[in-house]
């Protein structure tokens, strides 16, 4: 079975429409300090998670909206950085 997690990583290495350097339009804060500031690094922190993390309801929609954002860019920046505060605050539900 394909995750989103795979196709993040296979457009990652396609052509996207909109440069994965784009910026989201403000930071994505992180526990501890640091953010993301770029699709780019949304994208790597999500396949930095454990597999079964990524195969997770709430990051595969982060991955989709990633995706959306990268092939098309506009308002899908804005889903993806509300796709991944959204799987970023269920990690905090869940603790």
């Not at 350097?21 to 770029?38: A, H, N, Y």
């Not at 995706?67 to 799987?87: D, K, P, Q, S, V």
């Amino acid at each position: 079975m394909r995750t989103n997690a795979n196709r993040l990583h296979d457009h990652h290495n396609a052509w996207p429409e909109v440069p994965w350097s784009t910026p989201f339009d403000e930071p994505i804060r992180l526990r501890g300090g640091r953010t993301l500031t770029t699709l780019q690094q949304a994208a790597d922190y999500i396949m930095k998670l454990p597999e079964d993390v990524q195969r997770q309801e709430r990051w595969q929609i982060a991955v989709e909206n990633l995706i959306n954002a990268a092939e098309t860019g506009g308002g899908w920046l804005m889903f993806a950085r509300i796709g991944m505060m959204r799987a970023l605050n269920g990690d905090a539900r869940e603790r």
